[in-house]
């Protein structure tokens, strides 16, 4: 079935450094991609997501590339912030489940002051 | 304006009990979905329903049923609770397939 692999599981970074979290998936005719963000407590919720027929997309500091060939997206937060500290999942429609989103195990992402 | 609502926040189960986990929402979106989360797991969808008067199996769901009463409305029933069933589920909600989904608030589920 369909697999989502997220690295790293936790990643550490100077506050107004740049931070990229990876996904690689296995099912190649995936063709969407969320990324959501979930905080302490609270409810995930969507903050970019792309599409198969494109390569890249930018909102802000936030931007998710895609490479079909290799089976990979990442998410690019520059100039993090103390706000950006969260638990962040990928995820990737599967074929085999009429599309529904196979989720990665999420990373944790610590801003330090 | 609510988004999804779901019901109630917390419960403890003793194993073999049932209940019904109840979620609504109010964005008239046609596709509904429930997941559990567990430590270190992500997301995981037991039972999705695309459009109203549909329902199917998602990854896990073993030891779950589901009921879509309307547009509106997706619950998820417990019929004998077991402790791996220890979990928080989340509703979630979507115009269709692929696009935006609006999540609940949780609810922590402990079966002891």
């Known amino acids: 079935g369909e697999n989502v692999e997220q690295h790293p599981s936790t990643l550490s970074v100077q506050e107004g450094d740049s931070a990229v979290i990876k996904c690689t998936y296995s099912?190649?005719?995936?063709?969407?991609f969320p990324w959501y963000k979930q905080e302490l407590g609270k409810r995930p919720q969507l903050i970019i997501d792309?599409?198969?027929n494109v390569g890249e997309k930018k909102d802000q500091r936030i931007a998710v590339t895609l490479n079909k060939t290799a089976k990979h997206f990442s998410l690019h937060i520059t100039e993090t912030q103390p706000e950006d500290s969260a638990v962040y999942f990928c995820?990737?429609?599967?074929?085999?489940?009429?599309?529904?989103?196979?989720w990665g195990a999420g990373t944790k992402l610590i801003i330090k002051p | 304006n609510a988004g999804v609502t779901q019901t109630p926040k917390f419960q403890v189960l003793k194993t073999g009990q049932s209940m019904t986990l109840q979620c609504a929402q109010d964005?008239?979106?046609?596709?509904m979905y429930w997941y559990r989360q567990d430590p270190g797991m992500g997301l995981r969808l037991i039972y999705y329903?695309?459009?109203?008067?549909?329902?199917d199996k998602g990854e896990v769901p073993n030891g779950y049923n589901v009921s879509r009463l309307n547009k509106r409305e997706f619950s998820l029933r417990l019929e004998s609770a077991a402790p791996s069933q220890t979990s928080v589920y989340f509703c979630?909600?979507?115009?269709?397939?692929?696009?935006?989904?609006?999540f609940g608030q949780g609810t922590r589920l402990t079966v002891v």
């Open positions: 979630a909600s979507s115009e269709q397939v692929n696009t935006e989904a609006f």
């Open positions: 964005m008239n979106h046609n596709s």
């Open positions: 329903s695309a459009s109203e008067g549909t329902t």
């Open positions: 099912d190649s005719a995936s063709n969407y």
């Open positions: 792309i599409r198969s």
């Open positions: 995820a990737a429609s599967w074929t085999d489940s009429n599309y529904q989103l196979i």
